[in-house]
């Protein structure tokens, strides 16, 4: 608690621990879905993204009339590997996440500070649950 007020008083924005935290915690989501369904990650999508890549470039070599060298023909062929995907996942979470305690600590002049933003939102999701499944209130 005394630090908190220091860090106030000074300015000093504390990133929410639990914020920190959620970051293993979707990826050990990810990890669950992926064991539920026993197929890897983008071995569906990655031959198609890669065709589908590399018809665009053929294209616009063609009608550039510019051929790319082979290092940026493999870079912008390449479709997603397993570890792309879990990053773009983990980023789209913890970026809706960011916005989400942000948008709520400076909506409600109430909250403090991000701390205690990020417990409404996560008290917030629960309580929708609850409401939506019957359970409260």
């Known amino acids: 608690p005394e630090a908190d007020e220091v860090f106030a008083q000074k300015g000093v924005i504390v990133i929410p621990d639990m914020y920190l935290n959620a970051g293993g915690v979707t990826v050990s989501y990810f990890e669950w879905l992926k064991n539920l369904s026993h197929v890897r990650y983008g071995r569906m999508e990655k031959r198609f993204t890669e065709n589908v890549n590399s018809t665009i470039l053929n294209q616009i070599e063609q009608l550039s009339g510019k051929t790319a060298d082979t290092k940026a023909r493999e870079l912008i062929k390449h479709g997603p590997?397993?570890?792309?995907?879990?990053?773009?996942?983990?980023?789209?979470?913890?970026?809706?996440?960011?916005?989400?305690?942000?948008?709520?600590?400076?909506?409600?002049?109430a909250i403090p500070?991000?701390?205690?933003?990020?417990?409404?939102?996560?008290?917030?999701?629960?309580?929708?649950?609850?409401?939506?499944?019957?359970?409260?209130?």
């Open 81 to 109: 590997d397993e570890v792309d995907l879990v990053y773009s996942g983990l980023e789209e979470t913890m970026i809706n996440a960011t916005h989400e305690i942000m948008n709520t600590w400076k909506e409600n002049p």
């Open 113 to 137: 500070d991000m701390r205690t933003a990020a417990y409404v939102v996560a008290i917030n999701k629960v309580a929708t649950i609850y409401a939506e499944l019957g359970i409260f209130p």
